[in-house]
Structure formats: C-alpha cells, structure tokens
C-alpha cells in the first residue's frame, strides 16, 4: 500500500479496506474482549483491513486531556446520522456481514500506533470497535486531525494514568476560505520565513522557493542529531496537500497543510495544524496565527 495522504470519504464501507500498518506491541484492552481479539490475532488475515486520511478535516485535531469532548460509540453499532456527524467511522453492511457487532469497549480511548512508512509511532484516539467474522477492527482520529482504521493488534491502548501523565497535549489549527487561488497562497507561502527554513533544513531551497506548479512534488527525509523527519508535498487527488512529521526522544510532532481550490469562484479552502505544544502553547499558536494571518492577506492582495 503506498503510503502517502490522500482523500477518502468521511465513511466508508468495510468492503473497501485495504490492510493496515503493522505493530509488535499487544494492545491492552478490556479483559472481557481479551479473548475474542486473541482469535483474532490467531486467525487467517481476510480481506478486511484499514484505511489512511491523515487529511481528513472533518476530523480536527484533538487535545488528548479533551477526550470527554470527542464523540464515540460504544457497545453497538452506530446509526447512519452518527456516521455523518463523525461519532464514528466504519460503516457495516449487516445484510453481507450479519456477525458484525460492536466489540464491548469503552470508547473513546487513546492509543499508539506504528507507521511503517514513517518509521514512528503516533498517538490516535480509537472511536470505533467492531467484529466481523471474527477479525477486530478499530477506527480512529489522529490527534493532529484525519482519520484511520486498523486491526486491533495494530495499535496499543493507554491507561488513563498514561495519558493524564502526558500533560496537556493542544495543537494549533485554522480553517480559512481564501479569496485566491492556491498558486496564489503557494507564491505567498514561499516567501515567508516557515518555508526558506523548511527549505534549508531539508536541504530543498530550489522547491521550497519556487514558484507554484501543479506538477510540483517532493518526499523528502531527515535522520540526524536524533531527530527524524518525513515529508510530503504536491497535488493529491485534486487538492495540495503538505505533511511532515517528526520524531525526537519519543516525541512526535507534526505540520499539515491542506488546500481545496474552487477554481470556478476563485476561492480555497485553507486547512493547517501543528503540534502538540506541551509547554508554550499560547506562544506558539500566537506565532503561527501571525504566519495564517500573513498568508492570507499577501495572497490575497490583487
């Protein structure tokens, strides 16, 4: 499965997965549902898998010391309108799949997960658990905003003790409608300090400056001094997207961009997050409504 972000439908039906990341770690999860998730584990992998919209901003980014506030369903499956208001994630057909059932879960809970691309392991929030033919599948949100879905034995639950240890964990986020084009907001962006620093950390000045073209596209890595770093940026299914996640002494960091153009009323739809800011939150996102704030205006300045 190749692993760059992408657009997908808020919901989808369980027919269309395709198999998910691995992860070594057991998940710690409720003793009545221990030995039902142990066949699982144990039996022949079916069709069935998981799915990867980290660009998904019908799902925001999340606090993980909010989690009272993010919508869930437990211990049944969820109604049609629960889809679409994003309390949950997969979408069962029970005439194909009669076994299908929700695992008995308390839900939502916080839990980590291995990406296999990135080579780093991330929190999510699980907001979904069912069976079907015996197999145990889970669907989640990132914490930086999108959603996901995964075999159970994918992921790794956290105790509330684990999570509340954590701290804070706030993320600065900000949907725009701009008045301009994304090659508008794109020659914007390129003169701003964020992208000549990207540029030069990641040794790609020449992209990073350049003006805007929709065949421009880059993947691009970093592993020194003990910091990690992957990246993404180009035209994927229609939309600009920009992703890069770090990783340093267990610590995962990212920043997204997404841009949604209405070429017919020249208008974009504007999405960045970044985070976590376990410390200088206020700060932080006083820096980067500036940057937004910036951006909209030059890009918007005929």
């Known amino acids: 499965m190749t692993r760059h972000p992408f657009i997908a439908p808020f919901i ?53 010391q909010n989690l009272k506030d993010v919508p869930a369903i437990s211990n049944r499956l969820p109604t049609e309108l629960e889809l679409k208001d994003h309390m949950s994630l997969i979408n069962v057909d029970t005439k194909k799949h009669p076994d299908a059932r929700a695992l008995n879960m308390k839900l939502p809970r916080v839990a980590r997960i291995y990406d296999t691309y990135k080579d780093m ?20 949100r990132f914490l930086n905003g999108g959603n996901g879905s995964a075999r159970i034995h994918d ?41 000549k620093q990207l540029g030069e950390k990641f040794n790609e000045k020449e992209f990073f400056s350049s003006e805007y073209s929709s065949k421009s596209k880059l ?9 990690k770093a992957i990246g993404f940026v180009g035209l994927t299914f229609g939309n600009y997207y920009l992703q890069i996640d770090y990783e340093k002494d267990g610590f995962h960091y990212s920043e997204k961009m997404l841009m949604i153009e209405n070429q017919a009323d020249n208008i974009t739809e504007f999405y960045f997050a970044c985070g976590p800011f376990p410390n200088d939150f206020d700060k932080q996102q006083l820096n980067w409504s500036r940057w937004v704030e910036g951006v909209k205006k030059a890009s918007e300045a005929k």
């Not at 992998?45 to 980014?61: A, E, L, R, S, T």
């Not at 999510?124 to 669907?139: E, L, M, N």
């Not at 003790?161 to 390129?190: C, T």
Request: hydrophobic letters at 40%; a negative charge.
């Open 12 to 64: 989808l039906n369980l027919v269309l997965f395709t198999s998910a990341c691995g992860q070594t770690h057991k998940p710690v999860i409720e003793k009545a549902a221990e030995q039902e998730v142990t066949r699982s584990i144990n039996t022949e992998p079916h069709q069935y898998g998981g799915w990867y919209c980290p660009d998904n901003f019908g799902f925001v980014p999340v606090n993980i």
């Open 121 to 140: 392991h991330e929190l999510v929030i699980v907001i979904q658990a069912i069976v079907v033919q015996k197999d145990t599948v889970v669907g989640y």
């Open 219 to 227: 993947e691009f890595k970093l592993d020194k001094n003990g910091e």
């Open 155 to 195: 992921v790794t639950f956290l105790s509330e003790k684990e999570v509340a240890a954590m701290g804070s964990q706030p993320f600065f986020y900000s949907n725009l409608v701009l008045n301009a084009s994304v090659a508008d907001i794109w020659n914007a962006m390129r003169k701003t300090d964020y992208f």
